[in-house]
């Protein structure tokens, strides 16, 4: 076998290990892991409602209904105080000036009537539940759904 086929093999098998793992993250990781917390989060004008307002440290499944009437989204950033994160001009949260570290994900663009849902890994500690939708009416006001007070704080532990 030539070193050239070799490096070939083991770069194959390195690729299918890298894409087993992928998968069995996204399909909701390890067998031993414990069964996510399911968490209901209702979004209207202009607050984010979920169920329980604690869950045990570990997966958390979002399931993140809009109720309201105009598009929403949830983003999950660790901190326990909403006024405290960093905001834009027009009063969003400034997402790239929060630390990687603290950015959980999010749930985009969930029309009104739909739901998206989302497993996120939470070690205990505070979160904050927000809406980060900026919308330009047609006079051009500029509504900060966060401005507004679309936000919760949650905590796991
Ligand atoms: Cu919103």
Redesign the pocket.
Known sequence: MSSKRIVAIAFASCVLGAAAFVYGTAAGGSVSAKRAAKVKVR?I??QVKPNVDFVAEGKAKLVVKNAGT????LVVVRGDDPKALPTKADGSVDEKKVPKTDQLGELEDIKPGKSKTKTFKLSAGSYVLF?N?VDKEKDGTVVS?FARG?YTVFEAG
Request: aromatic share 10%.
């Open positions: 979004l004008e202009f105009e598009k929403h989204e809406c939708t759904h679309m």
